[in-house]
């Protein structure tokens, strides 16, 4: 049974950091999959942030319009680990953070591409 889990969510003053975690256990070669990052702020529905490509795929790393430049994907394949680093961070990126395993090897932006599903982590930017 795949397991997705994140941490790292909190409240932080606007303009600070935070870094995101999210380990995934019961499924092999991990690596073959791209990961990513949905957030749902209250009242809203559920958005992309970013995805990161498996290492079979050349299409790398792509950000939803409210990540681009202050927030940064990685992994890290040996520790079945993904990352969000986020900066500069906003009180309109207050929201619950999901982190996803895909079905597919390239990157995609809909919900509909990922199979296996985090309970999200919260993060809570302060003005």
């Known amino acids: 049974q795949v397991r997705v889990v994140e941490s790292g969510g909190g409240l932080v003053q606007a303009g600070g950091s935070l870094t995101l975690s999210c380990v995934v256990s019961?499924?092999?070669?991990?690596?073959?999959?791209?990961m990513g990052w949905f957030r749902q702020a209250p009242g809203k529905e559920r958005d992309f942030v970013a995805a990161i490509a498996s290492r079979w795929s050349a299409s790398g790393t792509y950000y939803g319009d409210s990540a681009k430049g202050r927030f940064s994907i990685s992994r890290d394949n040996t520790k079945n680990t993904m990352y969000l680093q986020m900066n500069s961070l906003k009180p309109e990126d207050t929201a619950v953070y999901y982190c996803?395993?895909?079905?597919?090897?390239?990157?995609?932006?809909?919900?509909?591409?990922?199979?296996?599903w985090g309970q999200g982590t919260q993060v809570t930017v302060s003005s």
């Open positions: 996803a395993l895909s079905s597919r090897s390239d990157v995609t932006m809909t919900e509909n591409g990922y199979r296996d």
């Open positions: 019961g499924r092999t070669s991990l690596s073959d999959y791209a």
